[in-house]
T-cell receptor, first 116, second 116 residues
Framework: GAVVSQHPSRVICKSGTSVKIECRSL??????MFWYRQFPKKSLMLMAT?????????EQGVEKDKFLINHASLTLSTLTVTSAHPEDSSFYIC????????????FGNGTRLTVT | AQTVTQSQPEMSVQEAETVTLSCTYD???????LFWYKQPPSRQMILVIR??????QNATENRFSVNFQKAAKSFSLKISDSQLGDAAMYFC?????????????FGTGTSLTVIP
């Protein structure tokens, strides 16, 4: 089955530093990947849609300068949290579909970000 | 915009018994896809079952089945012979077929506890 790998699974960083999270589709090409943020015991909140070879589409209220998304290839999207603050601490999950509208999303294992 | 509602924040079921999780959605589209995802404590999102809107027959995957009522915009998940490993957060999701987006809409989730 389709596999999405997300790395790192956990990261702790200091306020003011930047953190990069990678999302890879291992056995399929993903022209579109999605980045979600999830608070404890809450649903997934879509942050942005990552489009291969073009700019990401951000949801309302998500700062594009703070959450930089790059989708340079058909198998890799990265999310960089710039100048991280404690309020950015959260669980971030990426997902990718196989292009067909009726195909499910395949999710990475998520990244637990803690900003101290 | 499409909305997905899960009215049961928490549910519990006795091991080996049957439980039904409810989901309703709001849409003006006629073609779409519905999914149930499971998120165990590991936080990995796992696809449980999916349903195509134009198919009247309810989807079934082993112990998991859905009751899809298109007119009522209802998509409930039935888990039969519940097992301890079924304990997780369950998210109902709607996928639009619209060309303007490729987005999934998630419900707020239902936390399922399985009692031994």
């Amino acid at each position: 089955g389709a596999v999405v790998s997300q790395h790192p699974s956990r990261v702790i960083c200091k306020s003011g530093t930047s953190v990069k999270i990678e999302c890879r589709s291992l056995d399929f090409q993903a022209t579109t990947m999605f980045w979600y943020r999830q608070f404890p015991k809450k649903s997934l909140m879509l942050m942005a849609t990552s489009n291969e070879g073009s700019k990401a589409t951000y949801e309302q209220g998500v700062e594009k300068d703070k959450f930089l998304i790059n989708h340079a290839s058909l198998t890799l999207s990265t999310l960089t949290v710039t100048s991280a603050h404690p309020e950015d601490s959260s669980f971030y999950i990426c997902s990718a579909g196989q292009g067909l509208w009726n195909s499910p999303l395949h999710f990475g294992n998520g990244t637990r970000l803690t900003v101290t | 915009a499409q909305t997905v509602t899960q009215s049961q924040p928490e549910m519990s079921v006795q091991e080996a018994e049957t439980v039904t999780l409810s989901c309703t959605y709001d849409t003006s589209e006629s073609d779409y896809y519905l999914f149930w995802y499971k998120q165990p404590p590991s936080r990995q999102m796992i696809l449980v079952i999916r349903q195509e809107a134009y198919k009247q027959q309810n989807a079934t995957e082993n112990r998991f089945s859905v009751n899809f009522q298109k007119a009522a915009k209802s998509f409930s998940l039935k888990i039969s012979d519940s097992q301890l490993g079924d304990a997780a957060m369950y998210f109902c999701a709607y996928r639009t077929k619209s060309n303007t987006g490729n987005q999934f809409y998630f419900g707020t989730g239902t936390s399922l506890t399985v009692i031994p």
